[in-house]
């Protein structure tokens, strides 16, 4: 049997497990991985936060965002493809949905690339699409990929 997935807020000291899932999460063909630098920025911002989910002591996920004013951005999201299936990606959008209306959030956003199949994720947890950037990603593979802008209202069901 295995241990409940609990999420809390990550430390510093968390990075390595971070960037373990960063690692097994983020194919490097589309050059979406933050770095460790890129993600210790944000331990030192009082508007963001990274969760990070685990199963006992294994990472399997986490989520990076940030507040400002009534707005909310998720940066980044990961699941270990391990855990994929299982309702970790979900719970964690809940959790910084949850995070950030505490701080004042009423607005929420996010961007990925167009061919993402995290979409279906998204909009299953009630964001729809509200902007786009033509040509924005350049991956790694050589193809450049349009950016989706996507965006839940507080209020929305």
Do not use: K
């Amino acid at each position: 049997m295995s241990d409940p997935i609990h999420f809390a807020t990550a430390r510093v000291s968390d990075i390595g497990a971070v960037m373990d899932v960063m690692e097994a999460a983020f194919d490097p063909a589309y050059g979406e991985a933050w770095s460790a630098a890129q993600l210790l920025t944000l331990f030192a911002l009082p508007s963001a936060r990274v969760c990070l989910a685990r199963e006992g002591d294994r990472p399997c996920g986490f989520s990076a965002a940030r507040v400002a004013g009534p707005e909310s951005e998720l940066l980044l999201l990961a699941v270990n493809p391990l855990w994929r299936g299982r309702g970790v990606g979900r719970r964690l959008i809940d959790d910084w949905q949850a995070w950030a209306a505490r701080e004042g959030a009423e607005d929420y956003f996010l961007e990925m690339r167009a061919d993402n199949s995290a979409a279906r994720l998204y909009r299953e947890a009630g964001f729809s699409e509200c902007g786009r950037r033509p040509a924005y990603y350049r991956g790694g593979d050589g193809v450049i990929r349009d950016a989706i802008t996507m965006r839940r209202s507080a209020n929305a069901s």
